[in-house]
């Protein structure tokens, strides 16, 4: 890049000394021809020529014709350096001040409702999501994880989208069902959990994590972490657990433990058809403080011509206004 701009710098520089060279010769070629004439067609021209007003017309073209030619090699040159598109850099590091949310659905054949409840009021609250970022893991008898955290909402529309349209089962082997099966049971919500909780990145960082946990706590199975491990893994880790259960309140047993491991964390659990609904609980997830993310160190080349195109604009108009005034 550097070296085109000093090309055309360098053409520039050469059109002016060709123009230069060409308007010294025309001009020369015109000064002899006319003396000729002037002396051959006008008697006693020397006396005119010692006249003051006419020195002094002499001097102001002779100074006129100057300034054309000044401001034809301020323009042409400039007009090269705006051509060859000069450019400046600037050093930013992006912050990140966002919040980490982590989505954990059980997609047993009883939670589909739920789910897909869920993942819609997830998709209306992205509007107003000022850098957050979503991730998404669903569980059965394994958990999978469908996209990981990421602040790019368009991509996350579309994948909430697709994760709902699965719950509609149009498909003979419905999204919701692959790598979710892959164990003995269902519901093994400690599992579940524990893979959730190891999909937040930078462990070493101060950051804001939660975990929306929709999950009916019915476990059919032996699962490798039960949920009071998963809990404890998910507290040393920072991360507060926010558990919706469609069943709170009808078995008393359940609930308990699923309010209990939440509430181990710093979160809290949730009925379904409480009047707390999932905006509610992600506004609770946006009191907390958010922590500075540093990205690396970019640097940014921009084209910065505006100085050179208000010189180039009033060398050009100069040169039009001189040229009109010596013509006059």
Known sequence: MALANAWMVILAAAVVVVAVGVGLA????????????????????????????????????????????????????????VAARPMSAQTIQPVDTSRDIMLCLDVSGSMSEVDVEVLSVFDELLDGFEGERI???????????????????????????????????????????????????ASLIGDGLAACTMGFDHPDDDRSRS????????????????????????????????AINPVQGKDATVS??????????????????????????????????????????????????DLWIALLSIAALGFVLVVWRVRL
């Open 256 to 305: 308990a433990e699923l309010t209990a491991a939440a509430e181990a964390t710093g979160g809290a659990a949730f009925g379904l058809r409480d009047t707390t609904t999932v905006s509610d609980i992600v506004d609770q997830v946006q009191e907390q403080e958010a922590t500075a993310l540093r990205g690396e160190a970019q640097v940014v080349w921009s084209d910065s011509p």
């Open 26 to 81: 025309l001009g020369l070629r015109r000064r002899g021809g006319p003396r000729a004439a002037d002396t051959a067609r006008v008697a006693r021209a020397e006396r005119l020529r010692a006249l003051p007003s006419f020195r002094q017309a002499l001097s102001r073209r002779v100074l006129a014709l100057s300034g054309i030619l000044a401001l034809g090699a301020v323009a042409a040159l400039t007009a090269g350096v």
């Open 211 to 242: 975990v929306v946990f929709a999950t009916d706590n019915e476990v059919n199975g032996a699962s490798i972490v039960t949920l009071d491990e998963a809990a404890a893994y998910a507290a040393s880790k920072g991360v507060r657990v926010f």
């Open 135 to 185: 991730g998404l893991t669903i569980f059965n008898s394994s958990p999978v994880q469908i996209f990981p955290l990421t602040d790019d909402y368009d991509f996350i529309r579309e994948h909430l989208a697709s994760m709902m349209k699965s719950f509609d089962y149009v498909d003979k082997i419905p999204e919701h069902w692959v790598g979710t099966l892959n164990g003995d049971g």
